[in-house]
């Protein structure tokens, strides 16, 4: 098997058999390719951190089953045996600095490998590397986590995960709340380690922006079903689609469906700020 | 743990549902002291009796209702069999060490083991039925005499609503962290009682410190909104005392004359 994600006939129900049975998850089946980069999007509710807390068997299926990284996780799994399926699979939650517990910042980056077995050395070579790669300098290593600020907290509790090596990232909304060179600079990051080391990367966003700029693949989620799973060409194509089911155009596709309107013709929308100047410097010209 | 009911809250429209906080809570109470005036087969019948009249008005399922409150039943059983094994008086059934077990002692465990059960199910329906912040104003309400020999009965209310608020969102925090930490490859609840209280530190460090922002962030959140104890302050929901809560006291003042009047 490789590192793809199958999903099958996924459903998940929350509290089963009592007045707060919640259906978050309905029949889902996709599959993401490895090395691919998918985003996930989808209003509030939707089901998305539902989808991803499945991808490392934090949360069973109710019914149906999963297929990813030489493991099957069907409702009856137990949960020895997890522990491989979660090595390989790096997870960063919403708001993760708020999991960070270690006394230095190195310790809390290394807590990750050494509980998969990396030697204290190792661990330590680990957390060096992925505090570099997330920009966090070396100066920090000794300070504890909770004298940070914010941001730098954020980039810790990342570097946590990123230095299990993970061959799978998924990631929930880990923009949230950084400013907007951070935010670039997170989402260069995780494009690099997609790019150069094949790492299969699923992010949960609500910045359209992002889908358009860095996923090649995108799942829409609309009340636990995945309504559509394509391209942002085929996603976003669609205007009165995307509007019908609560989501936000990319604000370059906003921009050239107002230079649409006003008579200006496109083969495709312009979805990307590229694309856009592009069109807009063809405009120019003629 | 999904199904367990001690404690929690189910949103409803029903009779006890609509009851007002304050009545709920003493009647409870009252259940509670005449559940030891009980010590016969009818005294106890009839509280039972009672028991399933209010789980029928709270207007959630027997069978759930029972689940609900099934994790408890081992604690339960525990406790009487300590009673049972350790009684005194009676005709000696069976012997042994230091136990015995007399024809008493097994209908005392009887009895204790009617009274652990009326005690969570009164409970826990005053829990399903009220949400807790309601239940915060009812104590409130209750307290106020104390006003009078200057306990800050306001402050311990509003200290109540705030813990009671945050049970929910820690608990999901907790989910999360663990969560986090799962990922990161914490195994909770394996391994030897050492490796078990280490994975502990993972989880609890990151709740306290969640806890703490929260405190802060909240205080300053009331301090902004111009917060101070001392004014009397008016209050968002107000109960009346209603003919609902009058028709409920006084079946229960008549169960309790009942009780009362045919105890031996």
């Known amino acids: ?286 | 743990m999904n199904n367990f009911l001690f404690g929690r809250y189910l949103p409803g429209n029903s009779w006890i549902h609509k009851m007002s906080p304050q009545s709920k809570l003493l009647l409870t109470f009252f259940f509670v002291i005449i559940i030891f005036f009980a010590n016969n087969p009818l005294t106890y019948g009839i509280l039972i009796c009672l028991i399933l009249l209010s789980i029928l008005m709270s207007g959630i399922s027997l069978p759930y209702f029972l689940k609900g409150i099934q994790p408890l039943i081992w604690l339960i059983i525990f406790t009487v069999a300590l009673q049972v094994l350790f009684a005194s008086g009676g005709k000696v059934l069976w012997h042994w060490g230091i136990f015995s077990i007399t024809d008493q002692s097994l209908i005392n465990g009887g009895y204790i083991f009617i009274r652990f059960m009326l005690i969570i199910m009164i409970s826990t329906i005053l829990t399903l039925t009220t949400a807790p912040l309601a239940i915060a104003d009812g104590v409130q309400t209750l307290l106020h005499p104390l006003k009078k020999i200057k306990v800050p009965v306001d402050t311990l209310a509003l200290m109540l609503s705030i813990a009671l608020r945050f049970v929910p969102t820690l608990m999901d925090e907790m989910t999360t962290v663990m969560n986090a930490q799962r990922s990161r490859g914490v195994d909770f609840g394996t391994g030897s009682l050492r490796q078990r209280l280490k994975s502990a530190v993972p989880l609890l460090v990151p709740l306290f410190s969640g806890a703490i922002d929260h405190a802060e962030n909240l205080s300053v959140a009331m301090e902004a909104r111009g917060f101070t104890d001392s004014e009397h302050r008016s209050k968002y929901r107000v109960y009346h005392w209603q003919n609902r809560d009058l028709l409920s006291a006084i079946i229960f003042l008549i169960i309790g004359i009942l009780v009362v009047y045919f105890r031996s």
């Open chain 1, 1 to 286: 098997m490789d590192n793809g994600i199958t999903f099958e006939k996924v459903s998940h129900i929350y509290q089963p058999n009592s007045p707060f049975s919640h259906l978050a998850l309905n029949n889902a089946s996709f599959k993401i390719e490895p090395g691919d980069f998918v985003a996930i999007i989808g209003h509030t509710g939707s089901g998305k951190s539902t989808l991803v807390q499945h991808i490392n068997a934090l949360l069973k299926p109710t019914t149906g089953q999963i297929l990813i990284y030489n493991t099957k996780i069907q409702p009856e799994t137990s949960n020895k045996n997890l522990k491989q399926l979660r090595h390989h699979v790096g997870m960063v939650f919403q708001f993760p600095e708020n999991q960070l517990f270690e006394e230095t910042v190195i310790k809390d980056i290394m807590f990750g490998p050494k509980n998969y077995g990396a030697s204290d050395d190792e661990a330590r070579t680990a957390a060096k590397e992925a505090m570099q790669m997330i920009g966090l300098e070396s100066s920090l290593a000794d300070k504890s986590p909770f004298d940070l600020s914010g941001g730098q907290r954020r980039r810790v509790a990342i570097a946590g995960v990123l230095a299990m090596k993970p061959e799978i990232l998924v990631l929930d909304e880990p923009t949230a709340g950084l400013d907007p060179r951070g935010r670039t600079r997170l989402l260069d990051l995780i494009t690099n380690l997609n790019q150069t080391q094949k790492v299969t990367i699923v992010l949960v966003t609500h910045q359209m922006e992002d889908v358009v700029d860095y996923a090649k693949k995108i799942i829409v989620m609309d009340n636990g079903r995945v309504i559509r799973f394509g391209n942002s060409q085929e996603i976003f194509g669609d205007p009165s689609w995307v509007k019908a089911h609560h989501l936000n155009l990319p604000r370059s596709a906003q921009f050239s469906l107002a230079l649409k309107k006003n008579g200006v013709k496109f083969d495709r929308l312009a979805l990307t700020i590229d694309q856009l100047a592009d069109k807009v410097s063809n405009l120019v010209k003629h």
